[in-house]
């Protein structure tokens, strides 16, 4: 029997006081760029998001305000890789909306990835984006 609940994480001590300090120019969000020899396939890089979001089940959540505290809840939003066609760190959190804290685009021979800290530190968002890399390049060999 299949349990069909939707999981939810609390936050840690730091993540809780980012949401109420997002706002203006300051979003909270960081970004790890990768340059590669040649173009990025997006359909590759779409294979190999797809498949490190699928280890990396936990950041594939939306934030969410509680009666008293924030909290991640899990999302069945699947993200689509794009072109890049926003602002460097551009907000990912916009309070009332259930959007996903990351984005992943390309540029050229660029790969990168926009993470609101909510989800991971500096460690566990270079976890996560190195995964889509090694990914990437293993499929394109």
Request: charged share 30%; with cysteine.
């Given at each position: 029997?299949?349990?069909?609940?939707?999981?939810?994480?609390?936050?840690?001590?730091?993540?809780?006081?980012?949401?109420?300090?997002?706002?203006?120019?300051?979003?909270?969000?960081?970004?790890?760029?990768?340059?590669?020899?040649?173009?990025?396939?997006?359909?590759?890089?779409?294979?190999?998001?797809?498949?490190?979001?699928?280890?990396?089940?936990?950041?594939?959540?939306?934030?969410?305000?509680?009666?008293?505290?924030?909290?991640?809840?899990?999302?069945?939003?699947?993200?689509?890789?794009?072109?890049?066609?926003t602002p460097v760190c551009a907000?990912?959190?916009?309070?009332?909306?259930?959007?996903?804290l990351y984005r992943v685009n390309?540029?050229?021979?660029?790969?990168?990835?926009?993470?609101?800290?909510?989800?991971?530190?500096?460690?566990?968002?270079?976890?996560f984006f190195r995964t889509i890399?090694?990914?990437?390049?293993?499929?394109?060999?």
């Open positions: 029997m299949t349990d069909n609940k939707k999981k939810w994480y609390k936050l840690d001590n730091v993540a809780k006081i980012i949401p109420s300090q997002t706002e203006g120019t300051d979003t909270r969000v960081m970004r790890l760029s990768c340059e590669l020899k040649e173009d990025v396939d997006p359909d590759i890089l779409q294979t190999a998001f797809d498949r490190s979001v699928s280890e990396y089940h936990y950041f594939n959540s939306v934030l969410r305000k509680g009666l008293f505290w924030y909290y991640l809840d899990e999302s069945e939003e699947h993200y689509k890789v794009r072109r890049e066609d907000p990912l959190y916009f309070p009332g909306r259930r959007s996903l390309y540029v050229g021979r660029r790969i990168n990835l926009e993470m609101l800290h909510v989800l991971a530190d500096g460690t566990g968002a270079f976890d890399i090694l990914h990437y390049l293993s499929i394109r060999v």
